[in-house]
RNA sequence: GGGAGAGUGGCGGAAUUGGUAUACGCGGUUGACUUAAAAUCAACUGUCCAUUUGGACUUGAGGGUUCGAGUCCCUCCUCUCCCACCA
C-alpha cells in the first residue's frame, strides 16, 4: 500500500474525535497531569508556522506523558479580545465581533490539522459572554477586596491606537503594537493593586521550576531596592519634600533636591516661586513630551531651578536648593530625590551641568579585602608572589598584605579577615573584573566586580570590600557606591562605615526604612470597544457599586461605532442604552463605566476554567469547580513565549494568589513547571504581515502530511531554540517516514520470536535516548535517535521481533501521532497506540567487557575491548603488545592516568 | 548604559556535562537502476600533507588550569534577545 498521508490523517483524525481518545474524565482521572499552551489570539491570517511548532511541540510532551500513565488534559481556546484583535479588525474594516465567529472558525480548523490531542470539549474563548461574566465576577470579586481601585493617573497614551496603555505595553518609550512614541495623558482609570502582593511575587520565585532567565526577568520587573525614606523642611514654608533614597548614608552630601515635574508640591500655589512662570512652562513641556524623548538613552539633562524656594538638609539644617528635572519619575518612589552628586552618576551629571556644589561624604577605606579559595593549590600561590614580586615595596607578603593588579593598576590589600576557617586570599591575575569565590561547599560563585547586586550578595555572604581612595575614579559609582567605604563631612557621623551610619543616620533624622518597588500597579481599563465591560456602576450618592451578580454578564453591545473616539471615552460611551442605568443600591440614576478590561485580565484567569468548562456551575459562584480544581491545578506543563515572561506569567500569578488568599484555590502558583520556547523566525526576522514574510503551514500540511511537518518542526532545534524556517530539510522527514511505512508493510512477515541481541541492545538505547530526550524537550535528538534504529532493523529485517517493531512504534507515536496509529492498526493491535503503554528500557545485563578509550598524552589512538574489571597493570601489558601502539611504549610512560572500566591514558 | 544568552563543517544542528569533536538530517560528489529525468539504493563528503598503512591541524581570537578542554578560568572580538534615567 502507498503512505497516503491525508488519507490516513482524515481517517484518524474523525475516529479520534468521535471516540473523545483525548478527553480525559474530568471528574475521576487517577493520575491527572495538566499540559498547558499559552492560547493563542486569534488573527484572521491564522496559525503561522511557528505557532504550530510550539503547539504541536507542547503535544508532543503531553502524549508522552499519556503513554506513561497520565491522565492527559490538553485543552485549547482563543484569547480574541483584546486590541490585537480590534486593531487587525480596524485594519480590514469589519467589525470584531463578525470578524470573530470567522477567525474562530478559521484557526480552529487549523488547530485540529495539527494531530494535537486536544480535548476539544473544554475549549473556550474570551469574548464569549459565557467566559467573560466569570471575568466580571473576577473583578468584583478584585473590587471587593480592595485590590481594585480608582486613580487619575498620567497613563501612556498611544496616539496612534488611541487608547491607554500599561507601562508593559510601553517598550523604550513607544506603543508595543504601533511602535508610535507614547506620550502622558491624565484619565481616571481602574488599577489592580499588584504592588500589594510584590514581595510574595518575588520571594516565590525561588520555588518555581522556571527557566532561569524568565525568573530573572520577573526579579528584574519586580525591581525591589532597599533604603529609607526622608523627610525635607521647607524653608519657611509648612510643606515638606519626601525622598526614597537606597543611600541614606550619604545625607551629608545631599547638596540640593531634584523633583519630577509632576511633583505635587510644584502644584502648591503658596509656594513663593520667584519663577513660577519660567517653572510652569518647564512643567508643561515636560508633560508634553512622549516617553520616548524624556527617557532616551545618553540624553542631556535638563533643569530648572525653583528660585525663592529652598529645604533644608535635615542631616545639617543647610539650605540647598531645589530643581525640577524630567529625569525624575513621578511615578517610582516618592517623585522627588536628595541628589548627592559625590556619589550618583546623574546627579553628578546633573550638578555638572547646573554647576551645583558637589560634596564628598564618602571615603573609601585604605583596606581592600577579598576572597577567596580555601582549597589553595600552588599555582595560586604562585601567581600571588608573582604579583606581589612586580611591586616591591608595597607590602609584606607574608601576611598576605598587598598585591598588585593591573586594572586600577594600583595596590589591593590583602588581609585574612574573621572568617570560621581561612585562609582566603585573593585570585586574581590582570585586570580584577570578576571575582572567583570558592565557598565551603566546593562550590564557586563568581561576583561581577561591577555589578553593585552582585557586590551585595559578596558583602552578605561576609566579604568586605573596600577601596582605596586612588584606586578609582571617583566616577566609578558602582564601586564607590558598595566599597564599604568610611563617611566624612558628616558631623559627629565621621568614621562611621557605610552600612552603620545608613540607619544610624536615618534614624537621627527621623527617617523610616523603606522598600521601593519597581513594579507598579496594573493598570486594568481600556478606552476600547473590543474587551470584556469592566462591570461597576456609578451613583453620584453611592459611589462605585458592582453589577449585582444576577445580572452578569455585562453584555458587550453590538454597535456600529466600535472605533476609538480619540477622545479618551470608550466606544461605548456614546450608547446610551449600555450606560444609563439604575444604581444597584438606590435604584437612582447611575452610570455604567464604559471602559472595558485589559486582555490581559482575561488570560490571567483562563487555566482555572479549562477544566471547569462542562462543570455544573451557576454563574452566581465561583468560575471552577473545586473538585476538579484540586484534581488538576496547578497547571503541571505550561510552555509559551518568552514575551510573556513578565506580562501574562506575572498577572497570572498575582491572581492565583489573591484567588488563593480568599481561599477559592488551593495553591499559590498557576504553573509549576514552565518553559518558554523558541522563536521561529523567517528570513532572520519574527513573522508578522507587515513583513510579509509569514510562512502558512497549510500549504506545507496538505503537501507532505501533518505527520512529516510535525517531525520537521521538531527536528530543527530543541523545543527551547528558536531559528529560522527553511524548508530544504523536510526531504530528509519524508524519506524516513517512508521508510518506516515500508519497513511495516507486510505484517504477515516471518519474524524471529525474539530479536537478536544487536537489535535488542539497539531498541533498548533507543528507548532510553528517546524517553530522555523528550523528557527534556529536546526533539531533534529524540528523532536521530529513532531513525539511527530504523537504519538498523533495515539491515536484518527478519531480526526484528513484532514486539520490538511495536516499540518502536510507540517511541514515534507522540511525534507522528497518525502514520503510527495507522500501522499499528495494520499490525492488529489492540485499542489506539496512543493509550498504550511507554515502552521502558529492557534491565541491560552489565556485560563483562567495556570499550577504553585508549589515550597517548591525552589523544586517542584507539578503543579495544577489555574486561571491564581490568587493572592498570592488566590493560597495560596487553597494550604493550599491540602492534598498532608498540611504537609508543619504546620507553616506559612517565604517568598513566586510569579510569577504570572506561578510560586509559599515557604520558610519555 | 544594565541584564540574559550564543559563537562547532557549505547549512540546521549532535557531543551521557572534563574523556573518540562534527551524531542525525539537508546540501554536494561518484556510482547502480533508467532511453532520459525524478524517485530510490550504495559509497564518499571538516581542512592540509602523504595518498598505502598513515600523519598534522581543527569548535570566534588569544592565553591559562588539567594526563586530557567545544565543555572550566582570564582577556578580547562578534552576534541575538530582554530591559532601559527605578534614586
Known amino acids: ?528 470597544y473590543w474587551g470584556p465591560p469592566i462591570p461597576m456602576i456609578f451613583c453620584n450618592d453611592c459611589g462605585w457599586q458592582p453589577v449585582p451578580d444576577k445580572d452578569l454578564p455585562v453584555k458587550l453591545p453590538f454597535i456600529r461605532e466600535f472605533r476609538p473616539t480619540g477622545t479618551g471615552a470608550s466606544p461605548l460611551a456614546s450608547v446610551k442604552s449600555f450606560h444609563q442605568v439604575k444604581c444597584p443600591k438606590c435604584q437612582g440614576r447611575a452610570r455604567r463605566e464604559t471602559d472595558v478590561s485589559d486582555t490581559f485580565f482575561d488570560s490571567a484567569w483562563y487555566f482555572l476554567r479549562y477544566p471547569s468548562v462542562h462543570a455544573k456551575i451557576s454563574k452566581l459562584e465561583i468560575p471552577w469547580d473545586q473538585e476538579i480544581t484540586r484534581r488538576w491545578l496547578p497547571v503541571d506543563m505550561y510552555i509559551g513565549g518568552a514575551e510573556h515572561s513578565v506580562l501574562h506569567l506575572l498577572y497570572s500569578r498575582f491572581m492565583t494568589m489573591a484567588l488563593h488568599d480568599w481561599g477559592l484555590v488551593h495553591f499559590e502558583e498557576p504553573f509549576a513547571t514552565f518553559r518558554a520556547h523558541g522563536l521561529i523566525t523567517k528570513n532572520g526576522a519574527k513573522m508578522s504581515k507587515s513583513k510579509g514574510n509569514i510562512v502558512s503551514p497549510d500549504s506545507y500540511m496538505k503537501a507532505y502530511g501533518v505527520d512529516a511537518i510535525r517531525l520537521y518542526l521538531a527536528f530543527l532545534a530543541p523545543l527551547t531554540e528558536g531559528g529560522d524556517f527553511r524548508d530544504s530539510g523536510i526531504r530528509g522527514i519524508t524519506r524516513f517516514l517512508m521508510r518506516v511505512w515500508n519497513f511495516y508493510q507486510d505484517p504477515k512477515i516471518k519474524l524471529a520470536r525474539v530479536s537478536d541481541e544487536k537489535i535488542q541492545k539497539l531498541v533498548s538505547q533507543t528507548i532510553q535516548k528517546v524517553s530522555r530526550d523528550i523528557q527534556n524537550l529536546q526533539y531533534n535528538t529524540a528523532i536521530s535517535a529513532l531513525m539511527i534504529a530504523m537504519s538498523g532493523f533495515e539491515k536484518s529485517p527478519e531480526n526484528v521481533s513484532k514486539e520490538d517493531r511495536m516499540q518502536f512504534l510507540k517511541l514515534l507515536s507522540p511525534l507522528a501521532p497518525f502514520i503510527t496509529e495507522e500501522l499499528w492498526s495494520i499490525w492488529k493491535q489492540k485499542g489506539t497506540i496512543h493509550h498504550s503503554r511507554w515502552p521502558e528500557a529492557r534491565v541491560e545485563k552489565a556485560s563483562d567487557t567495556a570499550e577504553f578509550i585508549i589515550q597517548i598524552n591525552g589523544k586517542t589512538r584507539a578503543i579495544l575491548e577489555f574486561p571491564r574489571n581490568i587493572s592498570e597493570a592488566g590493560i597495560s601489558a596487553s597494550l604493550a603488545k599491540n602492534n598498532a601502539l608498540a611504537k609508543f611504549f619504546i620507553a616506559p610512560p612517565k604517568k598513566v592516568v586510569f579510569i577504570p572500566g572506561r578510560l586509559i591514558n599515557f604520558v610519555i
Open 1 to 528: 500500500m502507498r503512505y497516503n498521508p491525508a488519507k490516513i490523517e482524515k481517517k484518524w483524525r474523525k475516529k479520534w474525535f468521535k471516540e473523545k481518545t483525548y478527553e480525559p474524565d474530568l471528574v475521576r482521572a487517577k493520575n491527572p497531569y495538566y499540559n498547558l499552551m499559552m492560547f493563542p489570539y486569534p488573527s484572521a491570517e491564522g496559525l503561522h508556522i511557528g505557532s504550530v511548532r510550539t503547539f504541536t511541540g507542547v503535544d508532543i510532551y503531553g502524549r508522552f506523558k499519556r503513554m506513561q500513565g497520565h491522565d492527559v488534559f490538553e485543552p485549547i481556546g482563543l484569547d480574541g479580545f483584546g486590541i490585537h484583535s480590534e486593531n487587525y479588525a480596524l485594519r480590514i474594516n469589519q467589525h470584531p465581533m463578525k470578524l470573530a465567529k470567522v477567525t474562530e472558525k478559521n484557526f480552529y480548523r487549523q488547530l485540529s490539522e495539527i494531530g494535537n490531542a486536544f480535548a476539544w470539549r473544554e475549549r473556550l474563548e474570551t469574548y464569549d459572554p459565557a467566559y467573560y461574566q466569570h471575568t466580571q465576577w473576577l473583578f468584583i470579586q478584585m473590587f471587593k477586596h480592595n485590590l481594585a481601585y480608582r486613580k487619575k493617573a498620567k497613563v501612556n497614551w498611544c496616539p496612534s491606537c488611541l487608547t491607554v496603555l500599561a507601562d508593559e505595553q510601553v517598550i523604550a518609550g513607544k506603543c508595543e503594537r504601533c511602535g508610535t512614541p507614547v506620550v502622558k495623558k491624565d484619565l481616571e482609570q481602574w488599577f489592580f493593586k499588584i504592588t500589594d502582593y510584590a514581595e510574595r511575587l518575588l520571594a516565590n520565585i525561588e520555588k518555581l521550576d522556571w527557566s532561569d532567565p524568565i525568573k530573572t526577568a520577573q526579579r528584574n520587573w519586580i525591581g525591589k531596592s532597599e533604603g529609607a525614606e526622608l523627610e525635607f523642611r521647607i524653608k519657611n514654608h509648612e510643606s515638606s519634600i519626601k525622598v526614597f533614597t537606597t543611600r541614606p548614608d550619604t545625607l551629608f552630601g545631599a547638596t540640593y533636591m531634584v523633583l519630577a515635574p509632576e511633583h505635587p508640591l510644584l502644584a502648591n500655589s503658596t509656594l513663593q516661586m520667584a519663577n513660577r512662570e519660567a517653572v510652569e512652562k518647564y512643567i508643561q513641556a515636560a508633560a508634553q513630551k512622549s516617553e520616548i524623548e524624556r527617557t532616551a538613552a545618553g540624553k542631556e539633562k535638563t533643569g530648572i531651578e525653583v528660585k525663592g524656594v529652598s529645604a533644608v538638609n535635615p542631616a545639617n539644617q543647610e539650605a540647598i536648593p531645589i530643581w525640577i528635572s524630567d529625569y525624575v519619575l513621578a511615578t517610582y518612589g516618592t517623585g522627588a530625590i536628595m541628589a548627592v552628586p559625590a556619589h550618583d552618576e546623574r546627579d553628578f551629571e546633573f550638578a555638572k551641568k547646573f554647576k551645583l556644589p558637589i560634596l564628598q561624604v564618602i571615603e573609601p577605606n585604605s583596606s581592600f579585602i577579598v576572597v577567596i579559595s580555601r582549597s589553595l593549590n600552588k599555582n595560586f600561590y604562585e601567581q600571588i608572589q608573582k604579583f606581589a614580586k612586580v611591586t616591591p615595596g608595597t607590602g609584606t607578603w607574608n601576611g598576605l598584605n598587598l598585591i598588585y593588579t593591573e586594572e586600577v593598576g594600583k595596590v589591593f590589600d590583602i588581609a585574612e579577615k574573621n572568617f570560621t576557617s581561612g585562609p582566603w586570599y585573593i585570585h586574581s591575575e590582570g585586570p580584577v573584573k570578576k571575582i572567583l569565590l570558592h565557598a565551603a561547599d566546593g562550590k564557586n560563585e563568581r561576583f561581577d566586580w561591577g555589578n553593585k547586586d552582585e557586590f551585595r550578595k559578596a558583602y552578605e555572604f561576609g566579604i568586605k570590600i573596600e577601596i582605596k581612595k586612588e584606586q578609582l575614579d571617583f566616577s566609578d559609582v558602582y564601586a564607590a557606591y558598595i566599597g564599604e567605604g568610611v563617611l566624612i563631612n558628616s558631623g559627629k557621623f565621621n568614621g562611621l562605615k557605610s552600612e552603620e551610619a545608613k540607619w544610624a543616620i536615618t534614624k537621627a533624622v527621623g527617617g523610616e526604612k523603606k522598600v521601593q518597588y519597581r513594579l507598579r500597579d496594573w493598570l486594568i481599563s481600556r478606552q476600547r
